[in-house]
């Protein structure tokens, strides 16, 4: 075929992949015709079939030179179980599969199981199996066919395609190579072109970090049949190396928070990182800025920011680690950030990136992948981690120590940017994890308030959802060894006026774990909400009430300087409004959980509240005031209170 006639083909085929997209977002094209024939009725690209796709692979994830070293690591003992762990998990899925209409995102994630086979093992029967189910994915008609189905679904179905495409390149034959590279260049087309009509196309929402990630990181495995023309990737390549980068700059903060909180930053970086990755094996070695510093500078900071925030708590077989659930996000941690990172940081923040994945125990593919066994990990609290505060999010961590199950993690949050992603009503509210279980949450993954703890109006019923305003950060302060205090001011459930002081002590002196001062100013405060999860028991007291953990620790939770308090009044929520597939619930101990225990204390506009965790076998502390109520005492640990 001649040149001009290949040149003259690709336009016309990319101006009608455009009108055909344009029809059927208007609906003008019947959906059974659009899901036809593996994209060819959208994306005719006839001359990807006039040649071979041919290339240097593995290139994504690693390099050649690489597998050598990575298949000899697994007879090391660390590694002496993944091998058969990922034989089972392919079985599995394999297993679930034999059914007439399989599911599209498994099928894809089955053949890159099986890819991740025959990169560890070299053998060819892994990679045909891979192929297999690439041939049952090319016939789906509800994500792969439809090139407006449900975006973040069409992405991961791109990634692991990818990945597939990537690992088993080396053990199919030609004709295989040419039939999954075409199929990989119109997903790639398709999942740059839009992200359905579910999506989010904001540029902070992690939608659009999914969407150019996936994008990326395809087009940067994918093999141009013509290697001496301009290839048909390149614009879809440097549209979304463009396009990443406008959002991560809107997405990280530059003080490394992320702008919907911390799950949607561990999620988005599942796609992200391995883009990051591949373009950084495409830069090779001789270029002096890496794809981080390049693609994702702001990046540079969120794990300073949010590791401390991040405590291993088994959560289930296969899921451990507990956050904050600031936002509308929920409490777990997935796996894979940390081994992400070891390939993307900077050698002088490894020893501490080091610590927290294998304090967190990450045992994903990157892991095995790049895990640095020469590098001396250093714990975080010694290099200044126990605190952070991000005055764009208007969010402060307070932290006790790195050391195990039962480090106390407190966090005060204002949301002082709203954006047009993720943002839960929490505005001045606090979370606290200590002992092993998570004591003070949020409502997870809802845009309702009666879940949240907060000071509100009223009684908050069920079907109530906050208000959108930003609070402030208005002051904050740390002394460096975890403890420090956080002011801020704003409502997200139409108080007016409230302004909140959290003050936090990890002091010996005080005869307990941690002490905890919220002090709340409002001008129609009248309810003083705390949510903790179901399965912590609450205990009511005459002046207050105490949270008693399976763990054994106790958190004590007293009012000061109001005689005859009105006892605490306690009720159920459902934890995250309802449960569905973004909505796990609270994991914890190897269940989940559907509701928390809300406690709430009647308040005349001003309410101060102090919290003393109490460890197993430790004495509760004497709490006191002093007579001018200007100071509370909790054994032999002073704070001072605001004049009011």
């Not at 914890?588 to 225990?597: A, I, V």
């Amino acid at each position: 075929m001649a040149l001009k006639e290949i040149k003259s083909k690709r336009k016309q085929s990319l101006l009608m992949g455009i009108l055909c997209l344009g029809l059927l977002v208007l609906g003008l094209v019947p959906p059974a015709t659009a899901q036809k024939n593996a994209l060819d009725w959208l994306i005719d690209a006839p001359e990807l079939e006039q040649a071979d796709a041919v290339g240097i692979h593995p290139r994504g994830l690693l390099l050649p030179e690489e597998v050598p070293v990575l298949r000899k690591r697994l007879a090391e003992e660390r590694y002496s179980g993944v091998l058969s762990a990922y034989r089972e998990k392919a079985a599995r899925l394999e297993k679930a599969l034999q059914i007439a209409d399989p599911d599209a995102r498994q099928l894809a994630e089955s053949a890159e199981m099986f890819a991740i086979l025959h990169l560890l093992s070299g053998e060819a029967r892994y990679s045909d199996q891979a192929f297999s189910q690439l041939e049952r994915l090319f016939q789906d008609r509800i994500i792969f066919n439809n090139p407006v189905s449900r975006g973040l679904t069409r992405a991961a179905v791109l990634r692991s395609l990818a990945m597939a495409y990537d690992l088993c390149y080396t053990g199919w034959s030609p004709d295989q190579r040419n039939r999954v590279n075409r199929q990989l260049y119109k997903l790639t087309y398709t999942t740059q072109a839009n992200m359905g009509a579910e999506a989010n196309y904001s540029l902070v929402s992690n939608w659009m970090g999914v969407r150019w990630g996936a994008a990326l990181f395809a087009g940067m495995v994918w093999d141009n049949p013509f290697p001496d023309e301009r290839s048909l990737m390149d614009p879809l390549v440097w549209d979304a190396t463009k396009r990443l980068m406008d959002h991560i700059r809107e997405n990280i903060y530059p003080q490394g928070w992320n702008a919907e909180s911390i799950g949607y930053h561990l999620y988005n970086w599942s796609f992200i990182g391995p883009a990051l990755i591949a373009f950084q094996n495409r830069q090779g070695q001789g270029n002096s800025r890496s794809a981080l510093e390049i693609l994702a500078p702001t990046a540079r900071g969120a794990i300073r920011a949010m590791a401390p925030t991040m405590v291993s708590i088994f959560a289930r077989e296969g899921l451990t680690g507990m956050k904050p659930d600031l936002s509308d996000d929920n409490l777990n941690l997935g796996t894979g950030f940390f081994g992400l990172a070891f390939r993307l940081y900077p050698q002088a923040e490894l020893p501490e990136i080091k610590w927290m994945h294998d304090y967190l125990g990450d045992s994903s593919l990157y892991s095995l992948m790049y895990y640095p066994a020469e590098i001396r990990s250093k714990n975080p609290g010694q290099s200044g981690w126990l605190n952070h505060a991000d005055s764009t999010q208007g969010v402060a961590v307070f932290r006790n120590r790195f050391a195990d199950d039962t480090d106390v993690v407190a966090v005060f949050n204002t949301s002082s940017k709203r954006i047009a992603g993720h943002k839960g009503p929490d505005v001045n509210t606090f979370r606290i994890i200590g002992g092993g279980v998570p004591l003070v949450i949020g409502a997870g993954r809802t845009g309702k308030i009666a879940g949240q703890t907060n000071v509100f109006p009223h009684v908050p019923d069920g079907n109530e959802t906050g208000q959108p305003d930003p609070g402030s950060l208005l002051d904050f302060g740390f002394d460096g060894s975890g403890s420090g205090f956080a002011i801020g001011e704003g409502s997200s459930t139409g108080v007016m006026e409230h302004r909140r002081t959290f003050t936090v002590r990890y002091d010996e002196a005080s005869g307990a774990e941690a002490v905890f001062l919220i002090e709340d100013h409002t001008e129609n405060g009248r309810i003083w909400r705390m949510a903790t999860p179901e399965f912590n028991e609450v205990r009511l007291s005459e002046n207050g009430f105490t949270i008693d953990t399976s763990t054994g620790y106790r958190l004590h939770v007293l009012v000061l300087g109001k005689p005859n308090q009105a006892l605490a009044t306690v009720s159920t929520v459902p934890y995250g409004g309802r449960l569905s597939r973004v909505n796990p619930g609270i994991v914890w101990n190897g269940r989940s959980y559907t509701h928390s225990k809300v406690i709430d204390l009647e308040m005349e506009a001003e309410l101060t509240v102090l919290m003393v965790l109490q460890a197993p076998g430790q004495p509760e502390p004497q709490v006191r005031l002093d007579e001018g109520n200007a100071r509370v005492f909790i054994a032999n640990l002073a704070i001072e209170l605001e004049k009011k």
